[in-house]
T-cell receptor, first 112, second 113 residues
Framework: GESVGLHLPTLSVQEGDNSIINCAYSNSASDYFIWYKQESGKGPQFIIDIRSNMDKRQGQRVTVLLNKTVKHLSLQIAATQPGDSAVYFCAVQSGNFNKFYFGSGTKLNVKP | ETGVTQTPRHLVMGMTNKKSLKCEQHLGHNAMYWYKQSAKKPLELMFVYSLEERVENNSVPSRFSPECPNSSHLFLHLHTLQPEDSALYLC????????????FGQGTRLTVV
């Protein structure tokens, strides 16, 4: 199986600062990783993904870093905006393409 | 819109009622999932259907009964639920056989009274 944990349940940042949200996973065979954003009253929405053959991937204002040695995943949000306020989940897929395991989520609060 | 639609959005039911949650996806995916989301807990994977066959049942009580009549539709039949079953139930879909993300519906907020 797989267990996925997030380091902080809540993160507060000032608007314009960078945010870093962390995630740890247990299965070294995990090969696909996703970050989701969940706003109040909505389902999780895809932000960015990374495969195990990479250690960094960038999107628009977001970067995902993967450290397979310590089984750690992070999401960096540049110039955080009020619209970034949400709960962020990492999801891990291990071998069996049908299963995604989720962490408990980090609530990001952006202070104006 | 994510292409995954869940109905109803909200449901209140008594412990002796029978109800069903519905999920429909228009993405051409061939795997569908039910997740339970409770406050301050990770999303719990309940059931996985791949190519219309149930491939995962994560020790879910029998009062939850899934049904997948085709690759676009997924149901969760509920009967004799308990108050602790109150949660947000999320449906998701993905494509089997490749590392691609799962797309989620908006969820059904279930309250058992």
């Amino acid at each position: 199986g797989e267990s996925v944990g997030l380091h902080l349940p809540t993160l507060s940042v000032q608007e314009g600062d960078n945010s870093i949200i962390n995630c740890a996973y247990s299965n070294s065979a995990s090969d696909y990783f996703i970050w989701y954003k969940q706003e109040s009253g909505k389902g999780p929405q895809f932000i960015i993904d990374i495969r195990s053959n990479m250690d960094k991937r960038q999107g628009q204002r977001v970067t995902v870093l993967l450290n397979k040695t310590v089984k750690h995943l992070s999401l960096q949000i540049a110039a955080t905006q009020p619209g970034d306020s949400a709960v962020y989940f990492c999801a891990v897929q291990s071998g069996n393409f049908n299963k995604f395991y989720f962490g408990s989520g980090t609530k990001l609060n952006v202070k104006p | 819109e994510t292409g995954v639609t869940q109905t109803p959005r909200h449901l209140v039911m008594g412990m002796t009622n029978k109800k069903s949650l519905k999920c429909e996806q228009h993405l051409g995916h061939n795997a569908m999932y039910w997740y339970k989301q409770s406050a301050k807990k990770p999303l719990e994977l309940m059931f996985v259907y791949s190519l219309e066959e149930r491939v995962e049942n994560n020790s879910v009580p029998s009062r939850f009964s899934p049904e997948c009549p085709n690759s676009s539709h997924l149901f969760l039949h509920l009967h004799t639920l308990q108050p602790e079953d109150s949660a947000l139930y999320l449906c998701a879909s993905s494509r089997v056989g490749s590392s691609t993300e799962a797309f989620f519906g908006q969820g059904t907020r279930l309250t058992v009274v």
